[in-house]
């Protein structure tokens, strides 16, 4: 019966688990998404500086690892969990090694070149935050919707000039935000853009196999190839070392918090509101990294950083805002014409028909 209950879940897939839920649901889902996805900066960056005398500290490429491994444990208890209690809220029973293995047959290339992109990204923005923090790679992630739409380019799209503003306006304050001691960081720039390139790629990817498939088991299987790509460039480089017992335990958090409860809840919001209305609220993450960093002490950013992770919200916020609207329009079917009646009109008054 669990088998059953397991299967009807799956072939249920995302459009009955979410059809219910109101626009109210997948806002609120969206803004706990970004909540926990902001607290996952600062959990990775306090893993990265634990340090201990005997034992070497976490790996970035461990780290990369271990986080999604975490998340998708996670996915596999909950999913126990859920049939033992008899709950179907998000269709969590779903997950289960035969559904993920149904999600491989079904979707397993998509999601293996989402993964790629994902554990490779996932790569790039550990290491910023291990040398430079958890806002600075917050805020530069936020060049994520620029990157997007700047490709868009290629495909022969046109910039609108409010649309060129918000991507000079986040640009500048990328700039500004890197600018200290006299100094731009160049390298910190360039690391954040490759990562954000790869990120962006694995969401649209994963946004079109979640939205197609059975979420939960789709996310799951996404987050044991992310693993498995982390442990395959941890082993090329030999760095497979998880620190200590902290910093494991961090990892572990980070990815429950962010790579399974927090990924999950955007997917799922996104499926309800859609991508147009859902990608301005993913971009106010940055501002949740730099609040809980004030909170706890870690954050002091100066006047500059201020301005320009200002202007960085500002431009990500009004750009993604504008492809709402960009979408609308492209989407919208054309009206048709009242129909015009024949010469004379019917009943020959030379009235439309009504």
């Known amino acids: ?127 910023s935050n291990k040398l430079y923090g958890p806002e600075f790679t917050a805020f530069l992630g936020n060049l994520m919707p620029v990157l997007l739409v700047l490709t868009g380019l290629l495909s022969g799209e046109r910039l609108r ?40 790629t694995k969401k649209t990817l994963m946004k079109h196999a979640t939205g197609i498939g059975h979420l939960p088991s789709v996310m799951t299987l996404s987050l044991v190839l992310m693993g498995a790509g982390g442990l395959v460039g941890a082993g090329l480089t030999g760095t497979i070392h998880f620190g200590t017992m902290k910093s ?14 927090g990924m999950s809840l955007l997917y799922a919001g996104l499926n309800v509101v859609g991508l147009a209305r859902g990608a301005p609220i993913d971009t106010l993450r940055p501002l949740c990294v730099l609040i809980i960093g004030l909170i706890s002490g870690t954050a002091l950013p100066a006047p500059l950083q201020l301005v320009g992770g200002t202007m960085v919200l500002f431009g990500s916020f009004s750009l993604a805002k504008l492809g709402t609207s960009r979408g609308k329009t492209k989407n919208a079917a054309p009206t048709p014409a009242a129909p015009v009646a024949p010469a004379g009109g019917v009943g020959g008054e030379g009235k439309l028909p009504t």
Do not use: H
């Not at 780290?63 to 008899?86: I, Q, S």
């Not at 293996?112 to 990204?121: F, P, R, T």
């Not at 640009?171 to 910190?188: D, K, M, P, T």
């Open 161 to 200: 000039r409010a649309e060129l503003l918000a991507i000079v306006t986040a640009i500048g304050g990328a700039f500004l935000f890197s600018y200290r001691e006299g100094q731009l960081n160049w390298v910190g720039i360039g690391l954040m853009t490759l990562g954000s390139v790869l990120m962006a």
């Open 248 to 261: 494991i335990a961090l990892c572990v958090a980070g990815g429950v918090a962010g790579a399974m409860i």
């Open 1 to 127: 019966m669990k088998a059953n209950r397991a299967a009807s879940s799956i072939a249920a897939g995302p459009t009955n688990a979410f059809v219910s839920m109101s626009m109210v649901s997948g806002y609120v889902m969206l803004v706990m998404s970004v909540v926990l996805n902001g607290w996952r900066y600062n959990l990775e960056s306090a893993a990265l500086k634990v340090r201990s005398g005997s034992v070497a500290p976490v790996s970035v490429w461990a780290m990369t690892a271990l986080e999604p491994l975490a998340g998708a444990l996670a996915f596999f208890v909950t999913g126990w969990l859920w049939r033992k209690m008899r709950w179907s809220w998000g269709a969590l029973d779903g997950v289960t090694v035969d559904s993920c293995i149904e999600a491989t047959k079904k979707q397993g290339g998509l999601v293996l070149v989402a993964a790629l992109a994902g554990s490779s990204g996932q790569w790039f923005l550990n290491t």
